[in-house]
């Protein structure tokens, strides 16, 4: 498998990841269970799942008061962005 095959993979993984840990957190807050830590969910967007987390937060209305969630998951995002063209001009 090629570096470009890898780097998709990776991106596809983490964004589902934090997708889904958006939706765990959620599920967690309405069973008044142990929640997943806010760290944690923007570690899941630093390291490439910025994606997932923003789409987590609008399909399940999570953390969508958060003015820290509201502004730095859009940040994250576009750096997630602006490293993975860097990688693919890297590539190419």
């Given at each position: 498998?090629?570096?470009f095959g890898i780097l998709?993979?990776?991106?596809?993984?983490?964004?589902?990841?934090?997708?889904?840990?958006?939706?765990?957190?959620?599920?967690?807050?309405?069973?008044?269970?142990?929640?997943?830590?806010?760290?944690?969910?923007?570690?899941?967007?630093?390291?490439?799942?910025?994606?997932?987390?923003?789409?987590?937060?609008?399909?399940?209305?999570?953390?969508?008061?958060?003015?820290?969630?509201?502004?730095?998951?859009?940040?994250?995002?576009a750096l997630n962005v602006a490293v993975v063209?860097?990688?693919?001009?890297?590539?190419?």
């Amino acid at each position: 498998m090629d570096s470009f095959g890898i780097l998709l993979i990776y991106i596809a993984l983490i964004n589902i990841v934090g997708f889904a840990s958006m939706g765990a957190d959620k599920q967690y807050a309405r069973s008044s269970r142990r929640r997943i830590p806010e760290k944690r969910l923007f570690a899941l967007g630093w390291i490439g799942g910025a994606l997932g987390v923003w789409i987590g937060m609008r399909v399940w209305r999570h953390k969508t008061k958060h003015r820290s969630f509201v502004v730095g998951i859009p940040l994250l995002l576009a750096l997630n962005v602006a490293v993975v063209v860097c990688l693919l001009r890297l590539m190419a």
